[in-house]
């Protein structure tokens, strides 16, 4: 296994996997699938949040309610439009507090994985899964993260955008610097 790190980047290279860590405004290259955190239900939003584990939906949930039919399992991971694809990954259940749960961040992330094997893609945007829309933290997701990317056997070569906010640019790289050791 190859391994070269470059901070000046924020880029780890494995073997023929280039992770590139930045935030969402600064994509490092053009993707060919980006990954959304959704729920469900495929109600959340960009502006919604989940942080309370005591009101863990948004306030308009709770008011439409009964018009919400919940039509696909927590881990399943839905293709969405094309150019780029997005890949509207299950990770939440607005009926559970919390909302989210690492089983099904991993399921999805497999999920994610598999696709861009089967798909052969080359280059794909992932979020911290959990964290977007719940209180997933960025260590809890690096190592899920980290586990099931070990778990894959690509043939080809795919370019890996990690998706964090500007201050956990430094922090995401740190973790992922313990590849090797998980």
Known sequence: MKLIWDSSQFKITIDTIDIHIAPEDHSPFPVIALVEEQDTSLVLKPDDELRDPGDDKPIWYDSNKAELLTAHQP???????FNPMRFLAIVHDLDQTPSWKSEWIEMALNSVFELTGDKSLSAIGIPVLGGQFGRFTLEEFILIFVDTLKKQNFEHSLRIW????PEECQKTYELL???PAL
């Open 75 to 81: 881990g399943d991971v839905l293709i969405k439009s």
């Open 162 to 165: 990690l998706i964090v906010k």
């Open 177 to 179: 610097k313990v590849f």
